[in-house]
């Protein structure tokens, strides 16, 4: 049994990054079985479940989207915010009533979740039918696990490690049109709030030469588009010897001449001048950055940890709108951050209407256990919370049906992906500055980037017809 351990998490040394190759081959110890996958939480979760559907593929398992037919169980879980473990606990509600009548079925547990001290101890004492509890370090060894767990009643493995780099994982794609790679693992930025860097282990860079060798790889697949993924992209390399940087990684993998490159996150501080010229001279690097700003306001920027202040961020954001043609910019948002003031939130409203955002996602501070700001004073009630949230919301919407309304009339490119969702007749796709598009079309258009003249524009999606 290994339990997690939040001191250990937040221990980084100057100990070499380990590059280990893993194999993994078929081994149908499951006959006529079936598992259900539930994730939650960012794409790097949803990246980790593609590995985990091909671990459990090669166990000889069939994937099926009702819980009750599985004999499998995994949830892969996210610690961002209480709700996200709120969700969890109200599932496995669900899963306990069902290991009642079935208690041969095997339950895993994986994610960011189990990475958290009490909620592995809570397992441990509370939840008995829950078999495996697994973490971001060990996904690899989950085929052992399952293994292990037809003998033992549970088994809880959460290794809290800086962690080392894995190649040569194979995934189970959800998409045949654009594909996750990552580049990076793990964060060393401790935002003040944030868990990330204690549940994904410290910031570690995959070599230029794996990654541009996968990127080749899927464009020989037929891949259209990859989004490079790391928590914070701008620091790709500077762990790695000879060091290199994001902007040259970018080049290399502009280069490969697949058609669409996307990356995320990239953190305000150290976008470097040369990452904005690279955008800006390769086509096939998207116009479109994701760029959180969480506060507006100088002191709570510092009371975060987030190295730069409102000043600097508008700079940034002005010389990217400047230099790269078109782009459009979204962003991250906390409100009700440990001692918000009105005038604090009126900063951030202030930057929202500076910078008319695309979109952005915005949440209510939630204290994380372990986390600096968990210690800080919290004197803003929920509902004042709530009622910024509300207005920051509105603001934000605003200008997000604004930037829609800017491509009536227009004809953009759209890489379509798949049949949409709210209407079978249609196809849906993203424009290169990540706007969803519907489009009546021809379903032969899959994976294809066509001409779609825009025609109605929504706070969130685009319609259009073929051009
Ligand atoms: N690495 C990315 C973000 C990862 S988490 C970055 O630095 O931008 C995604 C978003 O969740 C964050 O940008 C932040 O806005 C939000 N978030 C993180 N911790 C939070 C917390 N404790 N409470 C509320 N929102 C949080
Ligand atoms: Fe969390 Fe900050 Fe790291 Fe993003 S950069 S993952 S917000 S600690
Ligand atoms: Fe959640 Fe972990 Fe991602 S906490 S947001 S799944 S890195």
Redesign the pocket.
Known sequence: MKLPNMQEAKKRTNKEVEYITITDHKEPLFQNQKFFLKT??????VHDSEQIKNILLNLGLTETDKLEEAYVIILN????REN?HDKVFGYLGRIKHLKKEHPEKIVAIG???SQEESIANEILTKHPYINIVFG?HNIHELKNLLKESLNKSQIIEVPSIEGCVYENIKYERDSKVKAWVNIMYGCDKFCTYC??PY??GKERSRKMADIIKEVKELEKQGYKEITLLG?NVNAYGHDLSPQINFATLLKEVAKTNIKRIRFVTSHPWNFTDEMIDIIAKYDNIMPYIHLPLQSGSNRILKLMGRRYTKEEYINLYNKMKEKIPNVAITTDIIVGFPGETEEDFNETLDVVNKCQYDGAYTFIYSKRQGTPASKMKDNVTLEEKEQRLYKLNELVNKYSKEANEKYLGKVVPVLIEGISEKDSDKLFGYTDTMKLVNVKTNKNKIGQIINVKITDAKSFSLDGTLE
């Open positions: 939650y939480g960012c794409q790097m979760n879980t996210c610690a961002i996200a994610g960011c979740m971001t868990i990330v549940t994904r928590q």
